[in-house]
């Protein structure tokens, strides 16, 4: 069965960075876009960055941009997130999802259990 | 950016009752339209895509509708596992979630 387990969260200061990490199994991870989500405290989610199946497109919300990257280890079925630069507006549960189709613009059929990030001096 | 507005923001309902909710989007979205369900401190569970396409799994109580800029997610007889937060996305352009609308017990 398809299992995304994220890690990394935890309280970080303003202007600090934090990388999250996202172990994959159960699938072909190689042939899916992964994404990046994130959930603010009593808020919707929010879609913070999508990496193509073969990590040649890499593409992020405005919030984030020149700020976040996204990555992926193939070889060890891990999506990675790096977070700079961080704002207390950056607080929220980040999510990662795996995308329904290998390619394209499409929906979000599994998620992980989501790693806490807090920004806060 | 398309922004997407769902109806209502609250929705009081009880055990059997027929629910829909409406997601509204800014600019036209063809079908490219989804509908999840969220429990609280558990991640978003994908329900249908492609504005009216059942997710594997789910229960055909579910049922969506529309195109262009106005949707909705029908609930056919409302069940205690159905208590929780439903969300509409748009993925025409990039992705974009809707508010969400919370269905709680009357």
Not at chain 1, 17 to 27: M, N, P
């Amino acid at each position: 069965q398809v299992q995304l387990v994220e890690s990394g969260g935890g309280v970080v200061q303003p202007g600090r960075s934090l990388r999250l990490s996202c172990a994959a199994s159960g699938f072909t991870f190689s042939s899916y876009a992964m994404h990046w989500v994130r959930q603010a405290p009593g808020k919707g989610p929010e879609w913070v960055a999508v990496i193509s199946y073969d990590g040649s497109g890499k593409y992020y919300a405005d919030s984030v941009r020149g700020r976040f990257t996204i990555s992926r280890d193939d070889s060890e079925n891990t999506l990675y997130l790096q977070t700079n630069s961080l704002r207390a507006e950056d607080t929220a549960v980040y999510y990662c999802a795996k995308g329904l189709y290998g390619s394209g613009t499409y929906p979000f059929d599994y998620w992980g259990q989501g790693t806490l990030v807090t920004v806060s001096s | 950016d398309i922004q997407m507005t769902q109806s209502p923001s609250t929705l009081s309902a009880s055990v059997g009752d027929r629910v829909t909710i409406t997601c509204r989007a800014s600019q036209s979205i063809s079908s490219w339209l989804a509908w999840y369900q969220q429990k609280p401190g558990k991640a978003p569970k994908l329900l249908i895509y492609k504005a009216s396409s059942l997710e594997s799994g789910v229960p055909s109580r579910f049922s969506g509708s529309g195109s262009g800029t106005e949707f909705t997610l029908t609930i056919s007889s409302l069940q205690p596992d159905d208590f929780a937060t439903y969300y509409c996305q748009q993925y025409s352009a990039w992705w974009t979630f809707g508010q969400g609308t919370k269905v709680e017990i009357k």
